[in-house]
């Protein structure tokens, strides 16, 4: 009766462990983390829209992303830079907390992009990605903005600084009152991008960027 107790609780653990020895369950490697649902996504949100209420955590009393938010961030933005510059729009780290936003023109290769950022990082969880659908890539963006800036012609209005709009739908540039009232000015800008939306905006001389491509706005922060 003792020997045939014990070989049933063997087999209850076999079965539990589906593979091991008696008495003890098998040790096997964690389940992956689950790629973002798949179907239909919001447009992207860009940086800060919505604004959040309070940094995302601290760090000795200093604003901080979250650790999972950045490290995923960082997997997220070398594959976009790279393999994945095709469809990589934009991506906003923390948004919300704890959350990568990710944002591309094509939502298959958007999930490749998040694989492959787990196989260059087994320990980022792409389970906290939301992928939305962005208007262009960063690249075009890019190529937008160094059209703009390589234009030798003398605009009636000063041009401050040049950047990808950090949801993707365009370039920003920033200018004088008057030039962001210009209907004129944002046509000729836009003839130059090549129909590449530009968006003028308000802007000071004395802080403005000598003009290039934007830092990536969906990096961590350091």
């Given at each position: 009766?003792?020997?045939?107790?014990?070989?049933?609780?063997?087999?209850?653990?076999?079965?539990?462990?589906?593979?091991?020895?008696?008495?003890?369950?098998?040790?096997?490697?964690?389940?992956?983390?689950?790629?973002?649902?798949?179907?239909?996504?919001?447009?992207?949100?860009?940086?800060?829209?919505?604004?959040?209420?309070?940094?995302?955590?601290?760090?000795?009393?200093?604003?901080?992303?979250?650790?999972?938010?950045?490290?995923?961030?960082?997997?997220?933005?070398?594959?976009?830079?790279?393999?994945?510059?095709?469809?990589?729009?934009?991506?906003?780290?923390?948004?919300?907390p704890?959350?990568?936003?990710?944002?591309?023109?094509?939502?298959?290769?958007?999930?490749?992009?998040?694989?492959?950022?787990?196989?260059?990082?087994?320990?980022?969880?792409?389970?906290?990605?939301?992928?939305?659908?962005?208007?262009?890539?960063?690249?075009?963006l890019?190529?937008?903005?160094?059209?703009?800036?390589?234009?030798?012609?003398?605009?009636?209005?000063?041009?401050?600084?040049?950047?990808?709009?950090?949801?993707?739908?365009?370039?920003?540039?920033?200018?004088?009152?008057?030039?962001?009232?210009?209907?004129?000015?944002?046509?000729?800008?836009?003839?130059?991008?090549?129909?590449?939306?530009?968006t003028?905006?308000?802007?000071?001389?004395?802080?403005?960027?000598?003009?290039g491509?934007?830092?990536?706005?969906?990096?961590?922060?350091?």
């Open positions: 009766m003792r020997r045939t107790a014990v070989t049933l609780a063997c087999l209850a653990t076999v079965t539990a462990a589906l593979a091991g020895g008696c008495g003890s369950a098998a040790s096997g490697p964690a389940t992956p983390a689950p790629l973002p649902p798949s179907g239909a996504a919001p447009a992207c949100p860009g940086v800060g829209r919505p604004a959040p209420a309070a940094p995302p955590t601290t760090v000795d009393g200093t604003p901080a992303n979250t650790p999972e938010a950045a490290r995923l961030s960082q997997a997220v933005g070398a594959q976009g830079r790279g393999a994945f510059a095709d469809v990589y729009g934009s991506h906003v780290t923390d948004q919300p704890g959350r990568v936003a990710l944002c591309v023109t094509d939502l298959g290769r958007g999930r490749l992009l998040l694989e492959a950022a787990r196989k260059a990082d087994p320990a980022v969880d792409p389970g906290r990605a939301d992928l939305y659908l962005s208007r262009y890539t960063r690249r075009a890019n190529e937008a903005v160094a059209r703009l800036t390589a234009d030798r012609a003398r605009p009636a209005f000063p041009l401050y600084s040049f950047s990808a709009a950090s949801d993707a739908s365009g370039v920003v540039v920033t200018s004088t009152a008057d030039g962001v009232a210009s209907k004129e000015l944002k046509a000729h800008l836009e003839r130059l991008t090549g129909g590449v939306p530009v003028v905006e308000r802007g000071d001389p004395v802080t403005a960027a000598v003009g491509p934007a830092a990536h706005a969906g990096d961590p922060a350091p």
